[in-house]
């Protein structure tokens, strides 16, 4: 009996330590590293060792022939010695750009200069402007010594000369390939898959394909991965969009102008630069020309009818289809990533151009989190990620991207794999790593709109509010009208792509804007108060006209009286319709992501005078409010040059004063996913 109890204890002994150690490790899991750590430490070095092969070999606007017969244009960087180019198959990276490879080439050149790109890297790195109000300005230098710049070029000799193969191609009706330029439609979403299938099937390939490249260029990455381009294997999309109609095209029924408008005009007169090499050699493609003359200005005719139509009769064919959800393009804009099975590491911003559909958009591909990273930062489509490559901070992404394709077109065990699932700038706090997005520790709670003045507001506003956990017990009506205060705005920041962030008063600071909106500002939090995923407004509003526009901030309110917006949504009135199907809810029924449907047969005007609930989406956001700082909603009716609603909007709101009602039988309030105690 005793050697029974002996032989018990001394298992329990045994087994003990191996208890304690697991539940330690479940208590306190290894903590997360933006930087990589080790490995990180590694990538870097491995990006900036002796090139394998000493030079690049360049062969210049090959023809890649489509299934339908059009000649695209694509050139050939490869790895090479005093011989040539290296004869060994490699793989290959592939970059499609409507922008004209040979303005990639420009800039690769331009990169290429012996000391040129690393003492302007250095440079940006020391230029600090916010105490003269241009923080904003130093913020979009950073972009340089980020590694954007080669990601962007869609060429990276050091890549190249490490054991890669890149190709950067035309699209479609740009540059100097043949067609009409499909913007982001079927057809060329077929190309992109197509153009990855050539590139492994040549034989300088071994047959595994990688796409880079940003914005556009990062966009049809996700649609060749959709498309299922056999010869595939990794991609690294930097500021891709998914849902283009929702993240910029019609965002809740309104025109991003002043990034869509200059952005058609830019590729539409980029694309009549002619070869002209081709034309002193006697070999100019005639069709190229052709195609250029039957289709001039792409989109132009979509574009003003969704302007100056002021009635639904007036809407040309070609402003319908874009807004028809049965139509072809419409259904292409929206997108998908249900079929993506390649690896993919995706890097957005919160308020890039297309951050509404990045994380949604992450979180749908069907992939494990070691195939899958998320790398977020605080800035725009013009600098999504600055002040990295330091210990605490992501590396560059010129770095992470060749760990990412040794990886997976390689097979080197370099440890990317492991890199954090979502490495996240944590907007009022810095670089955060998670396994989870939203953070799991976040609950939605409805927070109500009140009249009853803050108190806050060191600048005039439409109405100062409040911002409460409980239903306000008496009927008011606030008023707001539309404004150009949000040309100062961080929105204005957004659709420029960084261009009005330079000044500090307008990218980090809503007071201007504000001036023309209501205010509800909740009290100090007593804690460290975590907002993670996306966010809902539901309003009780009422028109004195058949439609209206409604905008929402959600800012970060400093001691000091400094509002910082974090996120934002927008709905014109008559698309107030929700698609069920693509929204998401919170477990009390709330709306955390309603979906708008933004089809001109899904309008509903306003009925003048009658009470009218929206729900309005508000883009996904991780932050963090710090001991004494107060959230603030904003309500504009009006977001210009972020957004232009239709002309028959325009028509039918004639521009008036929009009213919130808050009631307490139907009250206004903001769904907030909130992580900490803020002792509201």
């Given at each position: 009996m005793l050697?029974?109890r ?10 003990l ?7 330690l490790?479940t208590v306190?899991p290894?903590?997360?590293?933006p930087?990589g750590?080790a ?6 070095a ?5 090139p ?17 017969g059009?000649?695209?244009?694509g050139?050939?960087y490869?790895?090479?010695d ?13 970059n499609?750009?409507?922008?004209t490879?040979?303005m990639?080439?420009?800039?690769d050149?331009?990169?290429a ?5 690393d003492?302007l890297s250095?440079?940006?790195?020391m230029i ?6 241009f923080g ?7 972009t340089?010594?980020?590694?954007t ?5 869609g060429v990276?000799?050091k890549?190249?000369?490490?054991g890669y ?9 740009t540059?100097?390939s043949q067609?009409?330029?499909d913007?982001?439609?079927?057809r060329?979403q077929?190309d ?5 299938d050539?590139?492994?099937?040549q034989p300088f390939?071994?047959?595994k394909v990688?796409m880079?490249g ?6 049809n990455?996700?649609?060749a991965a959709q498309q299922?381009?056999k010869?595939?294997?990794?991609i ?5 969009g998914?849902?283009i109609?929702?993240?910029?095209a019609?965002t809740?029924g ?9 952005w058609?005009l ?9 070869d002209?090499?081709?034309i002193f050699?006697?070999?100019f ?5 052709t195609?250029?003359?039957d289709?001039p ?5 979509v574009?003003?009818g969704?302007?100056?139509?002021l ?5 040309p064919q070609s ?5 028809d ?5 419409h ?7 249900d079929?993506?099975k390649?690896p993919?590491?995706?890097v957005?911003s919160w308020?890039?151009?297309f951050s ?12 494990p989190s ?12 013009g600098?999504?990620?600055?002040r990295?490559?330091?210990p605490?901070t992501p590396?560059r ?12 077109l390689?097979?080197i065990?370099n440890?990317i794999?492991?890199y954090?699932?979502?490495?996240l700038f ?5 670089w955060?790593?998670?396994?989870q997005f939203p953070r799991p520790?976040a609950?939605?709670r ?6 009853n ?6 600048f005039p506003?439409?109405h100062?509010g409040?911002i ?9 009506t606030?008023t707001v009208?539309?404004?150009l205060?949000t040309l100062?705005s961080?929105?204005s920041?957004?659709?420029?792509a960084g261009i009005?962030?330079?000044?500090d008063?307008?990218g980090?600071d809503s007071?201007?804007?504000?001036t023309s909106?209501l205010?509800f ?5 007593t804690?460290?108060t ?5 966010i809902?407004a539901?309003l009780n509003?009422v028109h004195?006209?058949q439609?209206?526009?409604?905008v ?6 400093a001691?000091d009286g400094?509002?910082?917006?974090i ?16 929204s998401?809810?919170s477990?009390n029924?709330?709306y955390?992501d309603p979906?708008?449907?933004i ?6 005007p306003?009925?003048?005078g ?9 883009r996904s956001?991780?932050?963090v409010?710090?001991?004494g700082?107060?959230?603030?909603v904003?309500?504009y009716?009006a977001?210009f ?5 239709m002309?028959?909007?325009?028509a039918d709101?004639?521009?008036a004063?929009?009213?919130?009602q808050?009631d307490?039988?139907n009250?206004?309030?903001i769904n907030?996913p909130?992580?900490?105690n803020p002792a509201?």
């Amino acid at each position: 009996m005793l050697s029974k109890r002996r032989r018990r204890l001394r298992g329990l002994a045994v087994l003990l330590p191996a208890v304690v150690t697991a539940a330690l490790l479940t208590v306190a899991p290894a903590p997360a590293q933006p930087d990589g750590g080790a490995a990180g430490a590694q990538w870097l070095a491995d990006y900036e060792s002796a090139p394998k092969y000493p030079a690049v070999h360049i062969d210049w606007d090959v023809p890649i022939t489509m299934s339908d017969g059009t000649v695209l244009k694509g050139n050939i960087y490869r790895p090479a010695d005093a011989n040539g180019p290296i004869a060994e198959p490699l793989p290959t990276i592939v970059n499609i750009t409507p922008y004209t490879k040979l303005m990639q080439n420009l800039v690769d050149s331009a990169i290429a200069m012996p000391v040129l790109y690393d003492a302007l890297s250095r440079l940006a790195t020391m230029i600090d402007l916010s105490a003269f109000g241009f923080g904003g300005l130093s913020d979009l230098l950073q972009t340089v010594p980020a590694g954007t710049g080669r990601i962007f070029a869609g060429v990276d000799r050091k890549l190249i000369q490490s054991g890669y193969t890149m190709v950067v191609v035309d699209a479609r009706g740009t540059g100097f390939s043949q067609g009409t330029w499909d913007v982001f439609g079927t057809r060329e979403q077929q190309d992109a898959a197509e153009i990855a299938d050539w590139a492994g099937a040549q034989p300088f390939s071994t047959g595994k394909v990688g796409m880079t490249g940003v914005s556009y260029c990062a966009i049809n990455q996700l649609h060749a991965a959709q498309q299922g381009a056999k010869s595939l294997a990794a991609i690294f999309p930097v500021d891709p969009g998914n849902d283009i109609l929702h993240d910029i095209a019609d965002t809740g029924g309104a025109f991003g102008v002043a990034f869509l408008a200059p952005w058609l005009l830019a590729v539409n007169a980029a694309k009549f630069v002619p070869d002209l090499q081709s034309i002193f050699a006697g070999r100019f493609d005639w069709q190229w020309f052709t195609d250029r003359v039957d289709s001039p200005l792409v989109m132009a005719d979509v574009l003003a009818g969704y302007v100056f139509s002021l009635t639904r009769d007036q809407v040309p064919q070609s402003t319908q289809e874009l807004l028809d959800a049965s139509s072809a393009r419409h259904q292409a804009w929206q997108g998908g990533v249900d079929n993506i099975k390649v690896p993919t590491f995706l890097v957005g911003s919160w308020y890039d151009l297309f951050s509404y559909s990045e994380v949604k958009a992450f979180n749908s591909i069907p992939l494990p989190s070691s195939q899958k990273k998320l790398l977020m930062g605080n800035g725009y489509h013009g600098s999504p990620i600055s002040r990295n490559g330091v210990p605490g901070t992501p590396p560059r992404l010129d770095v992470l991207q060749r760990a990412w394709f040794d990886k997976w077109l390689k097979g080197i065990d370099n440890g990317i794999d492991d890199y954090d699932p979502y490495t996240l700038f944590q907007q009022g706090g810095g670089w955060t790593a998670t396994d989870q997005f939203p953070r799991p520790e976040a609950d939605y709670r409805r927070m109500y709109l009140s009249a009853n003045p803050s108190g806050t507001t060191a600048f005039p506003v439409a109405h100062d509010g409040s911002i409460t956990s409980e239903v306000p017990g008496a009927i008011q009506t606030l008023t707001v009208a539309p404004g150009l205060a949000t040309l100062c705005s961080r929105d204005s920041a957004q659709i420029t792509a960084g261009i009005t962030s330079v000044l500090d008063l307008c990218g980090k600071d809503s007071r201007v804007a504000e001036t023309s909106a209501l205010t509800f500002t909740t009290p100090p939090v007593t804690e460290p108060t975590e907002i993670s995923g996306p966010i809902a407004a539901h309003l009780n509003t009422v028109h004195d006209t058949q439609d209206g526009f409604w905008v929402i901030s959600i800012n970060d309110v400093a001691p000091d009286g400094r509002s910082t917006a974090i996120s934002s949504g927008q709905l014109v009135s008559s698309f107030r319709a929700i698609d069920d199907s693509r929204s998401t809810r919170s477990s009390n029924g709330d709306y955390t992501d309603p979906y708008p449907l933004i089809s001109l047969s899904d309008r509903l005007p306003t009925v003048p005078g009658q009470p009218t609930t929206l729900d309005i989406s508000i883009r996904s956001t991780d932050a963090v409010l710090q001991p004494g700082h107060r959230l603030r909603v904003d309500i504009y009716a009006a977001n210009f040059p972020r957004s232009l609603p239709m002309g028959l909007t325009f028509a039918d709101s004639q521009l008036a004063p929009q009213h919130l009602q808050l009631d307490p039988a139907n009250p206004s309030w903001i769904n907030l996913p909130l992580a900490g105690n803020p002792a509201w």
